[in-house]
């Protein structure tokens, strides 16, 4: 059965392959949005679904600590100014998430070596710090572990310059579950976990964007 790429039939591979995400539906109306966010409970994010669309915070589509059916509402009227001439596929309404250490996993489908997953700092440092580990899939959980240590911020993950140790060990059997779902999962060309947020009992998939190989 072909892969299904929508944001809906995504978020069920990751929970399939046991990746933690953040509470979320998409929602296709202002009414749907209210009625989500009243159901996984205030504060919430809204962001744009769409596949012409890359950088939604760049371009003002994505609205952060929304706590009221007032904010949500003009938060999504705003988002649909914002995104212009772009086809629109719905908004993606999540529960909001306390911070943490933001990382990346991601992936790619390699002509040479296939199915590569990538490890390391997230959010906004992906493109300034080029922190970054990589294996070609499926890796082992011992593979995994070296990922982590690989990085030159692994000592932040540990509890460097007063931040809290997270639990590695639930990143590394991330990227081993990861990993397997790339492999299994051919048709997927690339995939961005970013950011992860991680915290010392565990981590959250707050953003995700995967992208069909081209036959």
């Known amino acids: 059965m072909p892969l299904d790429f929508s944001r809906e039939g995504i978020s069920k591979l990751l929970a399939k392959h046991g990746v933690r995400i953040a509470q979320e539906s998409v929602a296709r109306s202002p009414d749907e949005a209210a009625g989500i966010a009243e159901k996984i409970g205030y504060p919430v994010v809204l962001k744009v679904v769409s596949d012409e669309i890359l950088h939604k915070t760049d371009c003002g589509c994505v609205k952060v600590n929304l706590v009221s059916e007032h904010d949500l509402r003009s938060a999504y009227t705003q988002i649909m100014h914002n995104a212009g001439s772009a086809k629109v596929k719905g908004m993606l309404v999540q529960k909001m998430v306390k911070k943490g250490i933001e ?37 082992t959980i011992d593979e995994a572990r070296e990922m982590i240590g690989e990085i030159n911020g692994s000592p932040l993950l540990k509890g460097a310059r007063g931040t809290v140790p997270v639990d590695t060990e639930k990143l590394a059997h991330l990227l081993v579950n990861v990993s397997k779902m790339l492999d299994e999962n051919q048709e997927i060309c690339e995939l961005d976990l970013n950011p992860i947020i991680a915290y010392e009992d565990g981590y959250l998939a707050v953003d995700v964007r995967v992208i069909r190989c081209v036959t």
């Open 103 to 139: 990382l990346i996993v991601g992936g790619k489908k390699d002509e040479q070596f296939g199915q590569l997953i990538l490890f390391g700092l997230g959010g906004i440092f992906v493109e300034v710090l080029k922190d970054v580990s990589v294996r070609v899939c499926p890796i």
